[in-house]
């Protein structure tokens, strides 16, 4: 099964109590849902970049395949690389 894991940054609007818009999702596996939101077998560091690199396999099959909304922005990829 696939999950939608929504960002844990605050940059993309992640606050106590409050998830990230949709736009900051990434078709993750339920392991891998899990180990990038709560899991201590990786450093934030290394969950927050392999959640940026499953956000951005996400959009670009989202936008390849034709499913990414219309009325949303696709997000500019390179701000994730910072």
Not at 18 to 29: F, H, R
Not at 47 to 53: G, S
């Given at each position: 099964?696939v999950?939608?894991?929504h960002?844990?940054?605050?940059?993309h609007?992640?606050?106590?109590?409050?998830?990230?818009?949709?736009?900051?999702?990434?078709?993750?596996?339920?392991?891998?849902?899990?180990?990038?939101?709560?899991?201590?077998?990786?450093?934030?560091?290394?969950?927050?970049?392999?959640?940026?690199?499953?956000?951005?396999?996400?959009?670009r099959?989202?936008v390849?395949?034709?499913?990414?909304?219309v009325?949303?922005?696709?997000?500019?990829q390179?701000?994730?690389?910072?």
């Amino acid at each position: 099964m696939v999950q939608a894991a929504h960002s844990n940054m605050s940059q993309h609007g992640k606050g106590r109590g409050i998830k990230a818009s949709d736009e900051y999702t990434a078709a993750l596996c339920l392991k891998c849902h899990y180990e990038i939101d709560q899991g201590s077998k990786f450093s934030r560091e290394a969950r927050q970049t392999a959640w940026m690199a499953a956000h951005i396999s996400t959009v670009r099959k989202l936008v390849d395949s034709g499913q990414w909304p219309v009325d949303i922005p696709i997000p500019n990829q390179a701000q994730f690389m910072r």
